[in-house]
């Protein structure tokens, strides 16, 4: 039997989506809390603030979730796109994506690395669970890389259609892009 790499990728950009979303509904939930404290609140003596991170963490929450579904489009119905098409396209935006998840990552765990001394207030674990998904989010996406990264130079597939099935005599693009 053969290894059908797609249904992975499928599954792996799935997973990715997923993290993304619960990432940006607690991303979203700690800017909500910063920006409307009540007053008296402990945090920042109730004056209403931003984490610029936690901005970054919900772009590249965004982004992510843009991209992964995207390219689960154009795995799964082997779509090719005149600007993102080739496996070398994937691997730069994978590569992008993945700069900024670990930027933000770090940064989010250099900030609120251990949290463990409040747990028993909510704002302490939505910072958790927001690192925690900041990692989960990064891994999956290094899965991903490494994944398409093997496929390519095994396959060398850089300038063939990203959805890793392909017939260079029935891309559309082929001729465009020489």
């Known amino acids: 039997m053969a290894f059908d790499l797609p249904p992975l ?3 792996l950009y799935g997973t990715l989506a997923l993290f993304s979303l619960v990432l940006f509904g607690l991303s979203a939930a700690r800017l909500r809390y910063t920006t409307h404290l009540p007053p008296g609140d402990p945090l920042n003596g109730g004056t209403p603030f931003y984490d610029p991170i936690v901005a970054e963490i919900l772009f590249t929450t965004l982004m992510t979730m843009a991209w992964s579904i995207f390219i689960i489009h154009a795995i799964h119905k082997r779509a090719e796109h005149r600007f993102v098409s080739r496996f070398r396209d994937e691997i ?6 993945w700069l900024f998840w670990i930027i933000g990552a770090g940064i989010a765990t250099s900030i609120w690395g251990d949290l463990s001394f409040c747990q028993e ?3 302490c674990r939505i910072l958790t669970a927001l690192v925690a998904f900041c990692w989960l989010g990064w891994i999956i996406l290094t899965i991903i890389l490494g994944v398409t990264l093997l496929f390519a ?3 060398r597939a850089f300038v063939e259609p990203l959805h890793g099935r392909w017939d260079p ?3 559309h693009y082929r001729d465009s892009r020489a």
Not at 92 to 97: E, K, R, Y
């Open 92 to 97: 730069i935006g994978l590569a992008i994506l």
């Open 121 to 123: 207030f909510r704002a």
């Open 169 to 171: 005599r029935a891309s």
């Open 9 to 11: 990728r499928i599954a």
């Open 153 to 155: 130079f095994a396959n």
